[in-house]
């Protein structure tokens, strides 16, 4: 029996490892307009904040004593880096027989095209789970299958091979599920118990009425290894998100409370006019200047035709279109109540629509994304089996997590649910 090769040539072309972090942060629209932070050793980050402000107005005569408020201060903490790991595999018999060697100069720039989906990939996964903190979600209320079936509204975030968990608001996590197939016109997954081989996972269990989710391996419930969302940032407990922000209760203070707006009511006819009017509440009850209306491109799609039917009222600014090769669109709308900018993002959920102020978002890390290297300075491992033979790893990992100053200088409309006309 032979040993595994995958590859039928390999290319010895100069690759530069900074392409690494330079994909991450520019294809992703979350981490190119937030801050970054890169010094963070371990360890705990103070967060302070304000809580209240000194408050003492009367009119007529001066303020009573005992009536007098004192500004509030209050410590916030970002206690644990998250980390994130991607690992990437060549087999021997591929390297000796295109290359006749294996060193440090030859084996890490082998294959640019290879690692450069490897990178999309990592981007990807890192950009989706920090939006929302999960990968998905169950088209409309699909149940899935004995069969292994499951639908998902994307199917274009998963791998074959990949290890997933599923779970809803009905049933317990599932166990580990391995991508076997993805039917990219219908969404549909197949779900096995193993990478290879195995059986299909039953899904009857998980439905899209009960708000079925689909979890990247450490992201499930009940791990908190994922990174901080930007969806339990900002939304309320009430509304799906997290009630604490760096330790400290949401809803104790006015400054942690980022503005949540009900979008039940949006429809495709009248999404620009409820963002417009939406946009009032915002800079009413913001503290600060949050003008990028951020969306899916369904929801965007909706928007766009509203400008063009409604162009009396609303049209777009000439001159403020970025079409961006990195896999977004921004346009400047000007309307009877004020402008923004739209933001359509390929990573965004359709059921949130978020205005953001970027410079009150923040990633801490320690070095951001970085490529693992022993200590005797190899920057690739070997690993050995009985019928692949020898293969070598590549490691990169992050270590890190987001983080909100200011979440008040933020807002997010929640529970958007329409459908296209064309749908």
Not at 118 to 124: G, L, M, R, V, Y
Not at 142 to 169: L, N, Q
Not at 327 to 340: A, R, T, V, Y
Not at 403 to 413: E, K, Q, W, Y
Request: aromatic letters at 10%.
């Amino acid at each position: 029996m032979a040993t595994t090769n995958e590859f039928e040539s390999m290319l010895n072309e100069h690759l530069d490892y900074s392409l690494l972090r330079t994909e991450l942060v520019d294809r992703t629209w979350l981490w190119k307009n937030c801050q970054h932070d890169s010094s963070w050793k371990g360890g705990t980050i103070p967060i302070p904040f304000q809580g209240g402000a000194a408050s003492s107005v009367k009119f007529g005569s001066l303020t009573a004593s005992n009536d007098i408020s004192s500004s509030t201060y209050v410590r916030g903490e970002l206690t644990t880096q998250k980390e994130m790991w991607s690992t990437i595999q060549f087999y021997h018999r591929d390297v000796i027989e295109h290359d006749g060697k294996v060193n440090e100069d030859s084996f890490l720039k082998l294959l640019p095209g290879e690692l450069e989906r490897f990178t999309d990939e990592i981007k990807k996964k890192a950009s989706i789970q920090m939006w929302h903190g999960y990968a998905d979600t169950q088209v409309s209320t699909d149940v899935g299958t004995s069969g292994g079936v499951i639908k998902v509204d994307h199917p274009e975030r998963f791998t074959i091979g990949e290890k997933v968990y599923v779970d809803d608001d009905s049933s317990s996590v599932s166990a580990a599920c391995y991508i076997r197939t993805i039917n990219m016109n219908t969404g549909e997954l197949t779900l096995y118990d193993a990478r290879t081989a195995g059986s299909v996972v039953s899904m009857v269990d998980y439905s899209g009425a009960q708000n079925g989710k689909i979890y990247y391996d450490g992201t499930q419930p009940g791990t908190a290894l994922g990174f901080t969302s930007l969806r339990d940032l900002l939304l309320s407990a009430a509304n799906g998100g997290a009630s604490t922000i760096a330790g400290q209760t949401k809803t104790a203070y006015p400054h942690l409370q980022a503005l949540n707006l009900d979008g039940s009511s949006i429809t495709e006819d009248n999404i620009l006019e409820a963002l417009f009017n939406k946009f009032v509440t915002v800079r009413n009850r913001c503290s600060g200047m949050p003008t990028k209306c951020v969306m899916s491109y369904k929801n965007w799609s909706a928007v766009l035709k509203n400008v063009d039917i409604k162009k009396g009222a609303y049209h777009q600014d000439s001159s403020s279109r970025k079409s961006s090769e990195y896999g977004w669109d921004e346009i400047e709308i000007l309307g009877p109540k004020g402008k923004f900018s739209l933001v359509a993002v390929q990573e965004m959920s359709d059921t949130e629509i978020y205005f953001l102020d970027p410079k009150t978002i923040k990633f801490h890390s320690n070095g951001m994304i970085r490529r693992h290297v022993n200590p005797d300075g190899n920057s690739y491992f070997t690993s050995r089996d009985a019928t692949a033979g020898y293969s070598y790893l590549v490691d990169l990992f992050c270590y890190g997590d987001l983080m909100v100053g200011t979440p008040l200088a933020n807002a997010v409309i929640h529970d958007v649910n329409f459908a296209l006309s064309e749908e």
